[in-house]
């Protein structure tokens, strides 16, 4: 099967790129990949760029041409989507996140007690601690430094270096000696006009978040 790059920026983990099969895409299957990937969906507003349009429905659809998916928190005039959500709903979105995120998220929703047997207004502030706690700003990565010092821990540490000990030493002496530090690209990136769209579908524009610097493809704190 082809298939082809899509970008996903959320505000909780941040820019990552997944494999989808080539041609139009269903929010359904892209939802598996995003779980399949550690990515979290629950309680986001999930927009693509071709069309400007919100992923609602299992049916909606991400163009064939879309190259990103922006996952931002669900807001609504009166705040977070959490207000209005039943109890049902409530407890259905909590047991999502607890299946896909594990014992970190069920030790927050457990807390005190079990959160099938809390109440809709604890659950309802469950819901928003987690939330509020898993919204962070965060800077799109672009690189990641490894030094001279990662490298020679990394050769002392192999099982038979005390075995082969003079050849590694000479290596460890020619790193220490002649290498720069190396630098890993990493092949992600957002251009100018991702920049632009994420910034005017608000991501990254609320007022808990800052917005992408443009200059610098990454965000930055308002205050």
């Not at 429905?57 to 207000?83: C, E, F, R, Y």
């Not at 821990?153 to 460890?172: G, H, M, R, V, W």
Request: glycine share 6%; proline share 2%.
């Amino acid at each position: 099967m082809e298939t082809r790059k899509l970008k996903i920026y959320s505000t909780r983990n941040g820019l990552k790129q997944v494999d989808v099969p080539t041609g139009e895409l269903s929010w359904s299957d892209l939802k598996e990949i995003l779980s399949n990937e550690g990515i979290d969906y629950n309680g986001f507003k999930a927009m693509e760029n071709r069309n400007n349009s919100e992923l609602i429905a299992d049916n909606s659809i991400i163009p064939a041409d879309a190259q990103m998916v922006a996952l931002s928190p669900k807001k609504t005039k009166s705040g977070m989507d959490v207000d209005k959500m039943s109890y049902k709903e409530l407890r259905s979105t909590i047991q999502e996140i607890v299946a896909n995120k594990g014992e970190v998220a069920a030790e927050h929703f457990n807390k005190g007690k079990n959160y099938t047997n809390k109440s809709t207004s604890l659950l309802r502030e469950d819901l928003k601690s987690w939330l509020q706690d898993s919204v962070e700003v965060t800077s799109v990565p672009t690189t990641q430094e490894v030094g001279k010092g990662d490298i020679v821990d990394a050769i002392t540490n192999l099982p038979d270096y005390e075995s082969n000990q003079e050849c590694y030493d000479k290596a460890i002496d020619l790193i220490m000696g002649d290498c720069e530090v190396e630098q890993k690209k990493d092949s992600i990136s957002l251009d100018q006009d991702e920049i632009a769209w994420l910034n005017d579908m608000g991501v990254g524009s609320n007022d808990d978040e800052g917005d992408f610097d443009e200059d610098e493809d990454e965000y930055y704190d308002e205050y």
